[in-house]
């Protein structure tokens, strides 16, 4: 079964461009992961430092082998987080 992450990302308007740039980045390694089958990032239209993104995997060891990429902690835990002043992740089974 197919897993899902929903995550809603916010920074400062300030740190917008360098989270906007990191999640682009990202974006474009983790679609040559071999289990990903969607990664999309949003940018909120009527919050400035607003992010959405969706991504989707073949299954939960797909999405864990994404947490274990290099590109995952170098963009992600290590670029864009300390960015954040919020974070919010939702995981489901798609059905």
């Known amino acids: 079964m197919a897993y899902a992450v929903v995550a809603h990302y916010r920074c400062a308007p ?3 461009a360098a989270v906007r740039a990191a999640l682009l980045t990202a974006r474009e390694a983790t679609r040559a992961e071999p289990a ?3 990664y999309e990032v949003h940018a909120v239209a009527d919050q400035p430092g607003g992010f959405l993104l969706y991504e989707r995997y073949e299954d939960v060891a797909g ?3 994404h947490k274990a990429a ?3 902690k170098e ?3 290590e670029t864009v987080w300390p960015l ?3 974070r ?3 995981f489901a089974e798609v059905l």
């Open 63 to 65: 999405f864990e082998a």
């Open 75 to 77: 963009q992600i835990v």
């Open 88 to 90: 919010s992740v939702t």
């Open 14 to 16: 300030a740190d917008e």
């Open 36 to 38: 990903n089958q969607s």
């Open 70 to 72: 290099p590109h995952f």
């Open 84 to 86: 954040l002043t919020e």
